[in-house]
């Protein structure tokens, strides 16, 4: 029997078609190749094919073995966070990624658990207020000042202003409309002008503010940052800058997003509400990952599965897909946090649950996420139960799988 590699099986062209036709979400043609073909799955756009992996070997193999051999390009929210470590590659990423890990790993996440705490409980001092007045506020834009609130105590050492909280709309602004800007990265950064503006406005405030030394008990990672500015000529007042906003947007979307799911969730679920949090929130991630896609480029001739990937290949690893294949997670679209309790039964293979990717650019925050997730929903959910006014229909597919709409509710 031959063992020589295969190519890789390709989702026909009609499908495709019909997909355009339907004009409906990349996730929509993913789906269609992974029920098509399987966990290793091709098509094509263009002349050449994409290659989907949704099968845990073959993204253990991906971003767990090889990231030599797939890695990243030029990242989509480039415009917004420059050569930040999110889109850092070769030698400038191992040296960002190694300065910023060692403040989000180990010893270095015990300076943040009081800033945490803190943000915590100003975001539940303003729903013990809704609870009182029976005032409707927007979930989502509670969790979006939360999680904001928490990462600028962490980068700066102070608590988030109104004035910092309104011109960083812009962040979430950009975010939401990178699906529908051009594909010219000029025209794309002319489109959302004002809003970089704003952005980088609040980056260079806070670079000079923590430059004068101001009021800061316990100063954050910007004051690393500037420190190793010193003494690194790497490290410009734009890496910098980049540095910051990159920290600011993976650091509050993310974690603004899987609170505000994980509320929609419960009250589409009641029953879980007296679920462990930390389980509540690592099956939020499984259904609503917070890196739902992690684009790769195959530099070298490989082999996945007994598949042929040519170099130049553009592979697309989909923890959505993967959170919710049914040969891995039975009954995948139910809301079930006991499948992380204790006893609880879930796939123990390596690439299976990858809500925060896997490997050497697997998520830098994701203890920071989980410690903030879990600290607020200790406060806020023994305050009462969310009644919503509307929800949203469906998920938007952006860095993040956004609810597409509205969140208003009051607290019971």
């Known amino acids: 029997m031959s063992t020589d590699p295969r190519p890789v099986p390709e989702l026909g062209p009609e499908v495709v078609e019909q997909w355009r036709a339907e004009e409906a979400e990349l996730i929509e043609l993913l789906a269609r190749a992974q029920r098509g073909i399987g966990g290793v799955a091709a098509f094509r756009l263009g002349p050449t094919p994409t290659v989907l992996v949704t099968d845990p070997g073959a993204v253990q193999h991906v971003l767990g073995r090889h990231p030599d051999r797939y890695v990243k390009r030029s990242h989509r929210a480039r415009m917004l966070v420059g050569d930040g470590v999110l889109s850092a590659t070769g030698d400038a990423w191992k040296r960002q990624r190694r300065l910023l890990q060692s403040q989000f790993t180990g010893t270095g996440m015990r300076r943040y658990e009081q800033r945490i705490a803190a943000a915590a409980r100003r975001t539940a001092a303003r729903w013990e207020g809704y609870l009182r007045t029976g005032e409707t506020f927007d979930v989502g834009e509670e969790m979006r000042r939360f999680a904001l609130d928490t990462v600028w105590r962490a980068l700066t050492g102070l608590p988030l202003d109104d004035r910092t909280d309104h011109e960083l709309r812009a962040v979430e602004r950009v975010v939401a409309a990178m699906p529908t800007l051009p594909t010219n990265a000029a025209d794309a950064r002319d489109a959302v002008a004002g809003d970089l503006a704003r952005v980088d406005a609040v980056a260079h405030a806070a670079i000079a503010a923590a430059r004068s030394g101001g009021p800061v008990e316990e100063p954050g990672v910007l004051r ?94 989909c923890p959505y897909l993967t959170h919710r294949d049914p ?86």
């Open 224 to 317: 690393v940052l500037l420190d190793t500015g010193g003494q690194s000529p790497d490290y410009t007042d734009r890496l910098i800058r980049d540095e910051l906003v990159t920290l600011l947007v993976a650091g509050h979307e993310t974690t603004a997003t899987t609170l505000t799911w994980l509320f929609l969730l419960l009250d589409r679920h009641p029953e879980a509400r007296g679920a462990d949090p930390q389980a509540l929130v690592s099956e939020t991630l499984r259904l609503y990952p917070s890196a739902w896609l992690l684009p790769r480029h195959a530099v070298e001739d490989d082999v996945i599965d007994g598949h042929r990937i040519a170099a130049g290949t553009d592979v697309l690893v």
């Open 327 to 412: 040969a891995l997670w039975p009954d995948p679209e139910r809301f079930d946090p006991t499948r992380f309790a204790a006893a609880g039964t879930r796939p123990t293979q390596l690439g299976s649950y990858v809500p925060f990717g896997l490997g050497a650019r697997a998520c830098l925050g994701t203890q920071f996420a989980l410690r903030e997730t879990t600290a607020l929903l200790e406060l806020l959910l023994p305050l009462g139960e969310l009644a919503f006014r509307s929800k949203p229909t469906g998920a938007a597919y952006s860095i993040t799988v956004r609810p597409d709409g509205p969140t208003p509710a009051v607290l019971r």
